[in-house]
């Protein structure tokens, strides 16, 4: 097996990435840390969508029937793509095997580590574990220029809402996160609030383009002036009271519901809604990037994905003068180009873990 050391010296490095962090089955083949070579994602969104959320046991198992199918079709896409090339690098090899084992749920975590230790051992590869947020912070680098750093990145998703300070894509604080609801989890909470189906982000999405954003003047929570952290838990409250009335009112009699709104009140809710969310998270992306100087905003995870707050974010990025570097579409929800990509750079630091790693459903990293 080579070591770390031997990579520092290669010009080309193939990294194979698997991703199985929450619902997605996912592999990739990255060179070079930027150029995706495959990326191959099985969704689970059919098998989650009856329960309006994940089912961390339907999760694990459909992770066990898709690994095998997912890393075959990955490496079979990457063999053809390499050997056409004419560029005298036709020969097919993986050099490092690269995984997020945390944070996640552990049945799911589980499923891809141990593929990842089989790999490892049978090619006799070093392995890398890689942390799924850390990675949702290097997506927008795939297929695209270097992140210039230092960057404040903004990582939003069903599970997570955390604001990092990156001085290198290998120096990573944690600034804030949630101390409730993730942002994603809010947007399927609200969704199904308002009947518009799962997942929720692109539900509430399409129903606000037809709303009133103006309408509803929905709380935005910010906890202390100079907080870092997020709640939206009170939103999704104040949603539901909206909706549905509150408790003191619908014991006096004062009924309201769901079918009572017309497809325009709908609307305008989620428009309302979605304006909410989106301010509440690029003002805490401005304080982080006001107060550490960031030269460059970053946002990642499933919610990055949302047009109105990449707009959102791209004019801070003008008002502040920062550059913003979005992830492309396929690289914002979970996938595991962005964990070969970053498993790059832990190899050529000499980050590397033997078959004892672990996965680590939580984090505060």
């Keep these: 097996m080579k070591n770390a050391s031997d990579f520092q010296r290669s010009d080309n490095i193939v990294i194979l990435g698997i991703e199985t962090t929450c619902d997605e089955t996912a592999c990739a083949v990255v060179e070079n840390s930027r150029k995706v070579i495959s990326s191959v994602v099985s969704s689970q969104v059919e098998l989650h969508a009856p329960y309006g959320g994940v089912v961390p046991e339907i999760a694990s198992r459909a992770h066990l029937e898709m690994i095998n199918p997912v890393i075959s079709q990955t490496i079979n896409r990457a063999r053809t793509v390499l050997q056409s090339r004419q560029d005298n690098t036709s020969e097919f090899r993986i050099d490092a095997i690269a995984v997020a084992n945390t944070p996640g749920l552990i049945g799911s975590l589980l499923v ?21 947020l850390h990675a949702h912070a290097y997506a927008p680098a795939l297929d695209a220029e270097p992140i210039n750093y230092p960057a404040v990145a903004l990582i939003a998703s069903g599970g997570h809402t955390s604001l990092y300070f990156c001085q290198s894509c290998l120096d990573v604080e944690l600034l804030g996160a949630t101390i409730d609801d993730a942002a994603g989890e809010a947007f399927d909470k609200v969704s199904a609030i308002l009947g518009l189906g799962y997942p929720g982000g692109p539900a509430i999405e ?6 009133r954003a103006d309408r509803i003047k929905f709380p935005r929570a910010l906890l202390d002036e100079d907080s870092l952290d997020f709640s939206f838990s009170g939103i999704k409250t104040a949603v539901l009271y909206y909706v549905n009335g509150t408790p003191g009112a619908i014991r006096s009699g004062v009924t309201k519901g769901i079918e009572k709104l017309t497809e ?59 550059k913003v570097r979005l992830p492309a579409l396929q690289y914002a929800c979970d996938n595991a180009a962005m964990v070969a990509g970053l498993g790059y750079h832990y190899l050529q630091a000499g980050k590397i873990d033997d078959l004892q790693l672990d996965a680590i459903p939580t984090t505060r990293q």
Aim: net charge positive; with cysteine; aromatic share 4%.
């Design 112 to 132: 891809g580590l141990m593929a990842a230790k089989t790999l490892a051992w049978v090619w006799r590869v070093p392995l890398i574990g890689v942390n799924h």
């Design 264 to 322: 325009q009140d709908k609307a305008d809710i989620a428009a309302c809604f979605q304006a909410a969310m989106v301010d509440m998270m690029v003002i805490k992306l401005r304080r982080a990037a006001i107060a550490y100087k960031a030269k460059t905003l970053i946002i990642g995870g499933g919610v990055s994905a949302n047009s109105a707050l990449r707009e959102a974010v791209c004019k801070l990025g003008e008002d502040i003068g920062a």
């Design 206 to 211: 399409r129903a606000a383009k037809m709303g």
